[in-house]
């Protein structure tokens, strides 16, 4: 350390090369002696080491202890927001320009209208003509049939209570018979309409064998009830005979058949 002081409180020279020389051997020697020193303690410390008895190993002992756990605290409830209510936007609508409209284009176009409405009403009344007179074609072919069913039921009615007659007459031909029947006259303004039809005339056989009350029973066209009449009224039968006495016999019937040959 005084080298170094002198050496820094010395003036700057410039050294001869023999000390130069010398100090560095002198550097060298200390470097040499150092590491020789190292070495010489590093060995001594390793023998030292292998010397010494094997050191016994302690026991260390450890014990649990549980401490209680310590409360958590509920977090704090966040506060709430404060709600900003956007403003409304309001859009700005174009101005709308509405376009000139030509008086004459206009009148055209309600005259257009006009006329379409007209046709639309019209069509509509002709659906309900339409209507109207498909109802009433129904109607009419209802009718008809009814009348047909009704005809039918009526001709019906009259063959069996001609047949009915026919059988209580032949079984009672002992009884009393007809002697004497005239055909009605047909009726002239039913032969130029060429109305046909059948008329029923019931009536009571008198002891004299003459007919008594003549009356029309069932449907008969009003043209053919007088002629009807009047051929029953000529009719003449042989009396019935009860215990050797002739009596009357009601319920007769006859039925005239009007038919343009």
Avoid at 171 to 178: E, F, G, I, S, T
Wanted: glycine fraction near 4%; aromatic fraction near 4%.
């Amino acid at each position: 350390m005084s080298a170094a002081l002198m050496h820094g409180s010395i003036a700057p020279a410039q050294p001869l090369p023999w000390s130069r020389m010398w100090h560095n051997s002198q550097a060298l020697v200390v470097s040499v002696a150092l590491h020789s020193a190292v070495v010489a303690f590093l060995v001594l410390g390793w023998s030292m080491e292998q010397s010494l008895p094997e050191p016994v190993p302690s026991t260390l002992k450890t014990r649990l202890v549980m401490l209680p756990a310590e409360p958590v605290m509920a977090p704090p409830a966040p506060e709430p927001l404060p709600v900003v209510t956007p403003a409304p936007v309001v859009e700005a609508r174009p101005e709308v320009v509405k376009p000139k409209v030509d008086p004459q284009i206009q009148a055209r176009k309600l005259e257009q209208a006009a006329l379409a409405r007209k046709r639309v009403e019209e069509q509509k009344q002709a659906q309900v003509e339409q209507q109207k007179a498909a109802q009433q074609r129904a109607e009419q072919v209802e009718v008809q049939r009814q009348q047909a069913v009704a005809e039918q039921a009526r001709v019906a009615a009259a063959d069996n209570a001609r047949r009915a007659q026919q059988a209580a007459a032949a079984a009672d031909v002992r009884q009393y018979l007809p002697i004497s029947k005239q055909a009605p006259d047909y009726p002239q303004r039913a032969l130029d309409k060429g109305i046909q039809g059948d008329c029923t005339v019931e009536y009571s056989v008198t002891p004299q064998g003459k007919v008594d009350n003549p009356k029309v029973v069932g449907n008969c066209h009003p043209a053919f009830i007088r002629p009807s009449l009047v051929a029953a009224a000529t009719f003449r039968y042989q009396p019935r005979m009860v215990d050797g006495q002739a009596v009357t016999v009601p319920g007769v019937r006859n039925t005239f058949h009007y038919k343009i040959q």
